[in-house]
């Protein structure tokens, strides 16, 4: 299956780079390559895309801007955003605005290709071994989803914890030596519990609660 990609980055240097990169796959194909946020969204209206990667930082249209837009309008389109580690907030307010992960733009090409086929395949990822630690290091002060992470069940924190690690259900069910659908079952439980829209939001209230570290 082959994957459309539309990309945005306001350097020129780097959006060359990131083209070249995924060009070279015989598998990924770059309809789209442009500069600001605006015209992103105008080219997932034009093109819709598999996978939209989105730099965080851009003038006026930014990648939190661009994750909510896709996210809304154009929910069959999976969005992907490149990060540095300094954009920590913007990181997490990426993913609670939808987007189904991140990439750190001192990547490898391998890591790139990688995240661009994880993303594009349904799953999600959020919070790379690489940066997982430094996504974690804060707390906030006030913990809305206390009560709603007491409530869960000591399964369902074990489960959570293993989908705030990005595995998939199989994976989950094969470490916690349960049945897929018993998975699924605890999955949709957290996310109830949570009030979460999906699973990468689910994991965001892990990380941003201090619960998944």
Same mark, same amino acid.
């Given at each position: 299956?082959?994957?459309?990609?539309?990309?945005?980055?306001?350097?020129?240097?780097?959006?060359?780079?990131?083209? %070249?990169? $995924?060009? &070279?796959?015989?598998?990924?194909? !770059? +309809?789209?390559?442009?500069?600001? #946020?605006?015209? @992103?969204?105008?080219?997932?209206?034009?093109?819709?895309?598999?996978?939209?990667?989105?730099?965080?930082?851009?003038?006026?249209?930014?990648?939190?801007?661009?994750?909510?837009?896709?996210?809304?309008?154009?929910?069959?389109?999976?969005?992907?955003?490149?990060?540095?580690?300094?954009?920590?907030?913007?990181?997490?307010?990426?993913?609670?605005?939808?987007?189904?992960?991140?990439?750190?733009?001192?990547?490898?090409?391998?890591?790139?290709?990688?995240? %661009?086929? $994880?993303? &594009?395949?349904?799953?999600?990822? !959020? +919070?790379?071994?690489?940066?997982? #630690?430094?996504? @974690?290091?804060?707390?906030?002060?006030?913990?809305?989803?206390?009560?709603?992470?007491?409530?869960?069940?000591?399964?369902?924190?074990?489960?959570?914890?293993?989908?705030?690690?990005?595995?998939?259900?199989?994976?989950?069910?094969?470490?916690?030596?349960?049945?897929?659908?018993?998975?699924?079952?605890?999955?949709?439980?957290?996310?109830?519990?949570?009030?979460?829209?999906?699973?990468?939001?689910?994991?965001?209230?892990?990380?941003?609660?201090?619960?998944?570290?």
């Amino acid at each position: 299956m082959r994957v459309r990609l539309v990309l945005a980055d306001d350097e020129p240097l780097i959006l060359d780079g990131l083209t %070249v990169v $995924l060009r &070279a796959q015989p598998d990924l194909d !770059v +309809v789209a390559a442009v500069t600001d #946020g605006v015209a @992103a969204l105008a080219a997932v209206r034009a093109h819709a895309p598999d996978v939209v990667l989105v730099d965080l930082r851009m003038p006026g249209l930014d990648g939190v801007d661009v994750a909510a837009r896709v996210t809304r309008e154009h929910p069959s389109t999976r969005t992907l955003v490149l990060t540095t580690f300094d954009d920590e907030d913007s990181v997490r307010r990426a993913l609670g605005a939808g987007a189904h992960g991140y990439v750190l733009k001192r990547s490898t090409p391998a890591d790139l290709v990688h995240a %661009v086929r $994880l993303v &594009a395949s349904g799953r999600s990822l !959020v +919070v790379p071994t690489s940066a997982r #630690g430094h996504l @974690a290091t804060q707390r906030p002060a006030s913990d809305p989803y206390g009560a709603a992470l007491a409530a869960l069940t000591e399964r369902e924190r074990d489960v959570l914890r293993l989908v705030a690690r990005g595995r998939t259900n199989a994976e989950i069910a094969a470490d916690l030596f349960l049945g897929r659908e018993t998975v699924k079952t605890h999955v949709s439980g957290i996310l109830a519990k949570l009030g979460a829209r999906d699973r990468t939001h689910a994991v965001v209230i892990a990380y941003d609660s201090g619960f998944a570290r």
